[in-house]
């Protein structure tokens, strides 16, 4: 494991490096980064959505599939193999977890599979997580549970329902709408700068929380804009435990995707990156790309013309609950935003979706390894040949 001056994390009396690795999907995030993050001490993340797209033999069975459930059954049969080959990568290091969406309506299934996969913490985010306790009965003693949650407020309601159930979060991950990539914890793009996020403030505010409630402080881990060692220390500073971060994996040497993927993400400058309104209603940061240009250039008017009488699911099966396009809804996206992603991690940049969190990468235009990369943000020391 690295030495690194600051504090390590404990979860269920198990020290790990302070860091989760955040869960990227469609398939950003499978067991081959996954895997190298928890090798190293720290947690890695699997995204369970469609995993399917890394496993050619189930794209072949799932081919023109009319029947839902073969979908399903092959992309339940993806994420058991990509959990059991993080693990075998992992070698009892770190942990293995995956990150599920509140918002998929087969959420419930894919923690159950999860469990049953070998999973070491499951991490919710994209909604408030009421019954994710409910959810992994039978394994309460084998997961911990961390949801991705914003603000005080959400923090204090996950708090309360799980308390009545005789559970807490073995950890909490605090995402600023400001700075990430994907789908963002606000309701609004232009809410996404509202000071209620701010890690100073809202890490303050959570303490007081476990005052309020009469609880052991839960580790928090803030999550958006994070890269480099100098602000992780503040973090901590601030009361932090440790800090989420997705980009800066995602373009490493292990990282599951495309090298084309990982060459957006790297040459993108902060000009091309742009925060829109995605097909689950919420915010969205991405890499404006050919698609994603074209895309916002005529959204105004797609959107004007969403009906829910005359709306229909582009793919024919719905992999959101709630889906601008699938439900004909004015207020979200107007795009199949599973088919976009697919696109993107097989590197097609013409027609992918590459979502981008907003700041500086570590090592800039380069990338390097996870063990590089885990190494200068818990210790500041940079690797060779690194010149910024």
Known sequence: MIKTPLPLLKIRGRELLPVIQGGMGVGISAHKLAGAVAKEGAVGTIASIDLRVHHPDLMERTHRAKDRKIIDDANYEALDREI???????????????????????????????????????????????????????????????????????????????????????????????????????????????????????LGEISKVFESLKIDPIPLLPAGGINSFDKIKELFSWGASGVQLGTPFAVTKEGDAH?????????????????????????ARAVLTPWLEKYLAREEKVRARANPEKAKCAVWFECLTHCGLKDGNPNAGQFCIDTQLEQAVLGNVDKGLFFRGSEPLPFGDQSRSVAETLQYLLTGVMPEGIKL
């Open 84 to 202: 059991k080959g993080a693990k075998e990568i992992a070698d009892d290091n770190g942990l293995i977890a995956v990150n599920i969406m509140k918002a998929v309506d087969r959420h419930p299934e894919m923690v159950r599979q999860s469990c049953e996969s070998g999973a070491n913490a499951i991490i919710m985010g994209a909604g408030l997580p009421f019954d994710l306790p409910d959810m992994i009965k039978g394994y309460e003693d084998q997961v911990s549970l961390i949801p991705i949650l914003s603000e005080e407020r959400g923090v204090r309601a996950v708090l309360k329902r799980w308390m009545r159930k005789g559970v807490l979060p073995d950890a909490i991950v605090l995402e600023h709408p400001r700075y990430a990539g994907g789908h963002l914890g606000a309701r609004d793009p232009k809410d996404v700068n509202d000071e209620k996020f701010d890690f100073n403030r809202i």
């Open 259 to 283: 090298q084309n993927f990982k060459d957006v993400l790297l040459n993108a400058k902060p000009k091309d990156i742009v925060t829109f309104m995605s097909t689950a209603g919420l915010p």
